[in-house]
């Protein structure tokens, strides 16, 4: 898959958005929490997207695919470039990420009918 592909299948998910942020980094939000990031300074163009442990643990056994910067603690795999995975292969992991960062934010419903965005607070 190419970005443009990328972009076009990431922004098809409902409440999906998309914005740049850190200099060129092309990140996928969903209710304000990011479900993917396309590195548009790297050459090859690189992916990152939020997976389960045991599919992170998979992932990060094949060449190509690592934690992703900063954040592979929380499950976050790199693919170094995009062409390490086919396209539906590449499809169902963004709809993973998409699905498990959806789920963490809910979409209410106010008095008005107007649609309000809340997030769950972690317990400290």
Request: proline residues 5%; charged residues 30%.
């Amino acid at each position: 898959m190419d970005v443009e592909s990328i972009r076009h299948f990431c922004l098809s998910f409902p409440d999906a958005k998309e914005n740049l942020q850190w200099g060129e980094d092309l990140c996928f939000k969903v209710r304000g929490k990011i479900f993917a990031v396309v590195d548009l300074g790297s050459v090859p163009q690189r992916l990152s997207f939020k997976c389960s442990p045991e599919k992170f643990a998979e992932l990060t056994e094949q060449e190509g695919i690592s934690p992703a910067p900063y954040v592979g603690r929380y499950k976050w795999a790199l693919l170094e470039r995009l062409s390490v995975l086919s396209a539906p292969e590449l499809k169902d992991l963004i709809r993973e990420s998409y699905a498990m960062v959806a789920s963490k934010t809910k979409v209410k419903t106010s008095s008005r009918g107007a649609r309000e965005v809340s997030r769950k607070k972690k317990k400290r």
